[in-house]
């Protein structure tokens, strides 16, 4: 009966406390859910306020290493090749100081140094450094360990304190993809005294090859490109050296181009229309160039005039392609879209009638250009004008002689200037008919020769055999096409052209430039000792400007005063 209500009780207190922690557990729920809403709402706010706010764009400042990882960083990069200072080949040593001993003797020295600690029994105390020890090897750099295989943008400073002075870039051997040329787009043209890019071996697709293009563009004072060893599907390598490319020296060795892209590069060159006009050096060696690409650039010599130096060596071009350089080279035939732009040129030009003076027995008069009738022109009026101040000058003899007044003076010089206004009457016509235009139409007879100089559609023509033939390019003067496929008949062509290029400079014809200076055709398909390549050889040896003739021996000298004697 005692244990009734003690049970009774502790099921009461049983049921307080479950009702207790339903309680809790209610207020538990509240507290939870409104810590809920409050986070959602505060989220939802802040999620409001960073779509609202974008980050803002990064404006370069011209100091490449700061610019290029700031812009690495904010694109998420994880690994960031480092911007290093491009390594260079240590210099010569100092030379010796003669009051110090030989290197002889400080080997002996430091030998008998070696083998005195070797023969000493007693236990080896502190070394003592000796003050004659080799010095160092000064022909390599070491590094740390597999640090040379790590990514790397290698810069060249012109001031090392300056860091807004960079001049060249370097990447090799490491893949440049668009996350890279999208940080580049804003690096380079930021950096006003950048002159050489080299991208070796970067793996450039025809996406960022064409990018690179576009950038290269923008930068004011980019001079050299270098894309060795990299091969591109598209092959548009055509993009840099556009009509309005400022680039002078590329270098595309090894990129695997074909025929499709050496015909697209000879059409950026030059065509009828359009012409390159900043190109100096092009190197196009160890590509897959065959007869087809090569004649393609060089028909790309044919109306340019600023090309200096180009290299195919290394490639499959053989004697038809041969042929075609030495027809650029001495002189050929326009075609017809040629003809029709030279008369376009020519009209608007204004040269006035053309057809009254020809060039030569054989060219027709509606070719040539208008400056040699011009210059007629000019000579009468010149000669007219001469023959007035000859006799002004015996009027003058005359008068004072007589003693006449300043009055009579003032006559013969009105009669002066009437006469050369006379003279110079058509002129004055072509220039709006204004008074006092003498000496204006003397310039405009002179300045049409400039433009000659740079259009080759402007130089003397020559009419044979119903084509009308111009000479060729005598810019070019280094020419560099070995180790192909070139024979005699290839050979023969290029030998042609250059007697046609020395017998024009020795007849002191140099308006359209000195010709080939260098040519190199080792190791084609000809034995070394052929007569045909040493005659080039020969030709070429007295043209080269670093050529040296040898020195004349005693011997020499003494059999040479023997037969003059």
């Not at 042929?323 to 003809?339: A, D, I, N, Y």
């Not at 208008?370 to 001469?386: C, F, I, N, V």
């Not at 003032?410 to 009437?418: F, G, M, P, R």
Request: aromatic share 4%; glycine share 8%; with cysteine.
């Amino acid at each position: 009966m005692s244990d009734r209500p003690e049970s009774r009780l502790s099921g009461k207190e049983l049921f307080k406390s479950a009702a207790k922690k339903v309680k809790m557990g209610k207020k538990l729920e509240r507290v939870m859910k409104g810590d809920r809403s409050a986070t959602s709402a505060t989220s939802h706010d802040t999620s409001d306020v960073d779509g609202t706010k974008s980050p803002e764009p990064y404006s370069c400042t011209g100091d490449f290493e700061a610019d290029y990882t700031e812009l690495c960083n904010r694109a998420g990069l994880m690994e960031i090749p480092k911007v290093v200072p491009r390594p260079h080949r240590p210099g010569p040593p100092p030379p010796p100081d003669p009051k110090c001993a030989t290197p002889m003797s400080q080997r002996e020295s430091c030998k008998s140094a070696r083998s005195t600690r070797m023969e000493k029994v007693e236990e080896p105390t502190s070394p003592v450094p000796s003050e004659q020890e080799e010095p160092p090897p000064t022909t390599y750099t070491t590094s740390d360990k597999f640090d040379y295989f790590r990514p790397k943008v290698q810069v060249e400073l012109e001031k090392p304190e300056d860091k807004k002075s960079m001049t060249e870039v370097y990447i090799r051997g490491w893949k440049v993809d668009q996350k890279y040329i999208d940080i580049f787009k804003q690096c380079f043209p930021a950096a006003d005294k950048l002159h050489t890019i080299d991208f070796w071996n970067v793996g450039l697709t025809d996406n960022t090859l064409a990018q690179f293009a576009a950038v290269a563009s923008q930068c004011l004072n980019l001079r050299t490109v270098k894309l060795d060893g990299n091969p591109v599907p598209g092959e548009g390598f055509h993009q840099l050296i556009g009509e309005d490319s400022m680039i002078v020296s590329m270098s595309l060795r090894s990129c695997k181009i074909t025929d499709k892209g050496a015909e697209l590069i000879g059409k950026a060159l030059s065509t009828a229309k359009t012409r390159n006009q900043s190109l100096c050096a092009l190197n196009l060696n160890s590509n897959l160039i065959t007869d087809a690409g090569a004649c393609h650039i060089a028909n790309g010599l044919r109306m340019n005039r600023t090309l200096l130096v180009l290299s195919i060596a290394n490639n499959a071009i053989g004697d038809d392609a041969a042929k075609k350089f030495g027809e650029v080279l001495s002189r050929f035939s326009l075609t017809h879209e040629e003809v029709v732009e030279r008369r376009k040129v020519l009209s608007e030009k204004g040269a006035p009638d053309i057809r009254r003076s020809p060039i030569s027995r054989r060219a027709e008069s509606r070719d040539r250009p208008g400056s040699q009738s011009s210059r007629s022109q000019l000579d009468k009026s010149m000669a007219k004008s001469g023959r007035a101040s000859s006799k002004a000058k015996k009027d003058k003899k005359e008068d004072d002689k007589k003693g006449k007044g300043k009055d009579d003076k003032w006559k013969k010089v009105v009669s002066l200037a009437e006469t050369l206004g006379k003279a110079t009457k058509g002129k004055g016509r072509q220039s709006g008919g204004k008074k006092g235009q003498g000496a204006g139409s003397i310039t405009e007879a002179e300045t049409p020769d400039i433009p000659e100089i740079i259009n080759p559609l402007l130089e003397e023509a020559e009419r044979v055999d119903g084509e009308l033939l111009i000479p060729g390019n005598r810019a070019l003067i280094n020419l560099n096409i070995s180790r192909n496929r070139i024979g005699e008949a290839g050979l023969k062509a290029l030998l042609k052209g250059i007697q046609y290029q020395i017998t024009l400079t020795t007849l002191g014809s140099r308006s359209g430039g000195t010709g080939l200076m260098r040519l190199s055709v080792q190791k084609n398909n000809f034995s070394p000792s052929h007569e045909l390549y040493l005659k080039v050889q020969e030709l070429m040896m007295t043209r080269d400007p670093l050529y040296k003739p040898p020195s004349k021996t005693p011997d020499d000298e003494s059999t040479s005063q023997a037969t003059g004697s």
